[in-house]
């Protein structure tokens, strides 16, 4: 079978619903060989769909912090060292919208636990606005912001909506808008979430840290299952 029939097959499979380890079993192939396959066949379906071009990624310094990355695939964190907690990952993505217009679309992701916290847009600025905002949006995070390629900031957002899913928690409501400027997204992450590999829950602001803690009790099992650092008794 050559390459262009193989791609036909995942592309079939990938439409009827089969997830990349079901395909590895139909086709009885490695799974990691399927996961190329099908990281293929998303870029061709999302060319063939003329989505507007991408004219910037961008992620916070420190993005990889307590997280497990595969290194075959080359994404550099220029901030690496566990210098504080981390957990909390932001992602911006612009794309062309009209000659001299991008639209942006951001997104708060905590990879260790929740997934989407947050996300905003499609919203149009001038070029110039966009460089303005870069600054504001990542003003959090002390060593600021690095470019990123498009598949990492994918991997970083869907992954971390992925892996919340498994634990009980959906994403944002304002993700769903916001989901289409990432581009199509085949998974399996490349990127083990969680710190270290295991779900650690750091209490927000706006959240409610019994209802988290029971719905990690539920799903993981209860401490050291999973860490935590909130106000309350686990």
Known sequence: MDDADLLKQVSQLRDAGRSPK???????????????????????????????????????????????VDPSR??????????????????????????????????????????????????????????RFLPDYFASYPDGWQDAPG??????????????RGLGFEPHVDFAPAAGHLGSWAGPSAITFGRDGKPFYI??????????????QSTAGSPPAFNFLTGIEG
Not at 85 to 101: C, Q
Not at 151 to 164: K, R, T
């Open 74 to 131: 080359g994404w550099v964190d220029q901030a690496p060292e566990p210098d504080g907690v981390g957990g909390l990952v932001s992602v911006l993505v612009a794309r062309r919208h009209r000659w001299d217009r991008v639209s942006v679309c951001g997104y708060l992701a905590d990879v260790y636990c929740l997934g989407v916290k947050n996300a905003f847009g499609p919203d149009v600025k001038t070029e110039l606005e966009l460089s």
């Open 22 to 68: 079901q395909i590895a079993r139909v086709l009885g192939m490695p799974p990691s060989a399927v996961a190329r396959l099908v990281r293929t066949v998303a870029a061709q379906t999302q060319a063939e769909a003329g989505e507007p071009a991408v004219v910037g990624c961008w992620v916070n310094a420190g993005w990889s912090r307590g997280l497990t």
């Open 151 to 164: 598949d990492l900031a994918a991997d970083l957002v869907f992954g971390a909506v992925e892996y919340a």
């Open 203 to 216: 209490s927000g602001p706006y959240d409610n840290p019994s209802k988290v803690m029971k719905t990690l």
